[in-house]
């Protein structure tokens, strides 16, 4: 299953940045305007409190931008993206909550009037659910339905324990991200810190990733993270990339090897996974280490079911690992049936291009697919395309196919040569097309699109003599 279960424990949040009390209907910002206070040291403002009205408009986005973050926070959890919009309908009051901290966070910036970037947003809120994520485990989809209400999910359940009050969250990354640059009577740093940095990070970098996953800094040096840092460098991996992976996946460093990691590896060497690529793939996606077999022997279920053979899942799964992170009814099987209804054989476009099934069937897919409809090519020829050249669901619309698109107007071929020759979107269009064009133009002579822009440059310039003496000789 990829929802967050709740746990029967009723974790009742009085969460930093908000005033709350048991009763919904006390937020006080649900209305036309939001009032934040600050304190004289974060505004530079003498008094106790100044206060700053929030326009209607500016409140109405940033609770779609909280919507949006809280959504991409879920679903990088497990849940699947029904799952994860139900959860968004039914949180209103922490939907607030997270536009109250985003004015508690930065009071400084909406005292002087300027609004914060979608940027600005998501870095104060992603660390923040990660924290809440940490401190409630199963139990936090419960908390964010139910906030700010306990979730009470059956009788006699006692309250949250002062200990795992999340008004202590803070205090408690603070004191882990503290725990980074503590010292011995010596005045030398931990063990754990020491050995972080021979491996090339500095201190601002443990530090992120604390703030991001704060039992980093307990883990200890002999008994986490040395082991599993010399798993990683018997694998192959170069020292150089340890520093990218524990950032991108300190919880590697809490996982059991002789548990979890050695019988995982073992395991998805046994559906084709190749072992001389582990280094590549634990770079590329490390959380694939962390999933549990149920949920990768479902993504393979979901491509034998396709028509692969187990050597094409294996070498999908080493090329694209992180399509294990995906939904199968959810994501990879919706996407299938959309690129089916094109007539495209899903099996070769998933050996092919595997990263087609990570994209969205409504922001990425279908808007491609409309481009070409509305330019005048069939269904069938957009198919077409897309199983001559996989990757072309990949490209931006605005940076890259529609560029590419007004300048193949202006070149002597008819729009044939697209469904015959798709790859042209693949192309630079500063670097290779415009260049080769001129001088072929230039030259007097006309190649087939494959021709001008596939061949090596000794190549074209070998094309082009050929059919010079070939005009020459007419």
């Known amino acids: 299953m990829n929802a967050i279960y709740p746990i029967n424990l009723a974790k009742f949040l009085s969460l930093p940045g908000g005033n709350f009390s048991n009763s919904r209907t006390q937020l006080s910002f649900i209305g036309k ?56 309908n039914k949180s209103d009051f922490f939907i607030d909550h997270l536009v109250s901290r985003l004015h508690s966070v930065h009071k400084s910036r909406y005292l002087v009037g300027r609004e914060l970037t979608t940027l600005e947003i998501r870095d104060a809120l992603i660390p923040y659910l990660e924290s809440l994520q940490e401190e409630f485990g199963n139990g936090l989809l419960d908390m964010v339905e139910s906030f700010p209400n306990p979730p009470v999910k059956e009788k006699g359940i006692a309250p949250l324990p002062a200990s795992l009050s999340p008004s ?40 992120g990733i604390t703030r991001r996953f704060p039992a980093f800094a307990y883990y200890s040096l002999e008994g986490k993270i040395k082991p599993v840092v010399e798993f990683l460098l018997d694998l192959g991996v170069p020292k150089s990339e340890i520093p990218t992976i524990l950032n991108k996946r300190p919880q590697l460093c809490g996982i059991s090897l002789s548990e979890n990691l050695i019988p995982n590896m073992a395991f998805l060497e046994g559906l084709g996974v190749d072992k001389e690529q582990w280094a590549k793939v634990i770079y590329r996606f490390p959380a694939f280490l962390t999933y549990s077999r149920q949920k990768v022997k479902t993504t393979v279920d979901f491509l034998y079911e396709m028509g692969l053979s187990a050597e094409s899942i294996g070498k999908i799964l080493t090329r694209c690992p992180n399509i294990v992170s995906y ?97 042209y979107f693949g192309y630079s269009l500063e670097q290779r097309i415009k260049p080769r064009y001129a001088l072929m133009k230039e030259c007097g002579v006309m190649l087939l699109l494959n021709q001008l822009l596939s061949l090596s440059g000794h190549d074209f310039d070998k094309a082009l003599k050929k059919k010079l003496k070939k005009i020459i000789a007419d």
């Open 327 to 423: 939904s199968v009814e959810d994501k990879l099987r919706p996407t299938a049936e959309y690129f089916r209804s094109l007539g495209v054989d899903v099996a070769v476009l998933l050996h092919r291009a595997p990263q087609n099934f990570g994209l969205s069937i409504e922001t990425n897919l279908k808007p491609v697919t409309e481009f070409f409809l509305e330019r005048g090519y069939s269904m069938e020829d957009v198919g077409t395309m897309i199983s001559r050249y996989g990757a072309l669901y990949t490209f931006s619309l605005t940076e890259n196919l529609m560029l590419k698109w007004e300048f193949f107007l202006n070149m002597d071929y008819p729009q044939s040569e697209l469904v015959k020759f798709p790859q």
């Open 33 to 88: 305007v939001f009032i934040c206070r600050a304190n004289s040291t974060d505004s530079g403002i003498n008094g106790s409190f100044s206060l700053k009205v929030v326009p209607p408009t500016l409140l109405a986005a940033e609770k779609e931008e909280a919507k949006a973050v809280l959504t991409l926070f879920l679903k990088k959890q497990g849940l699947s993206n029904t799952v994860a919009a139900r959860t968004i």
């Open 168 to 207: 202590s969250l803070d205090s408690k990354k603070l004191k882990a991200i503290s725990r980074i640059t503590e010292t011995g009577p010596a005045g030398e740093l931990r063990p754990q810190i020491l050995y972080l940095v021979e491996l090339g990070m500095d201190l601002d970098q443990i530090k």
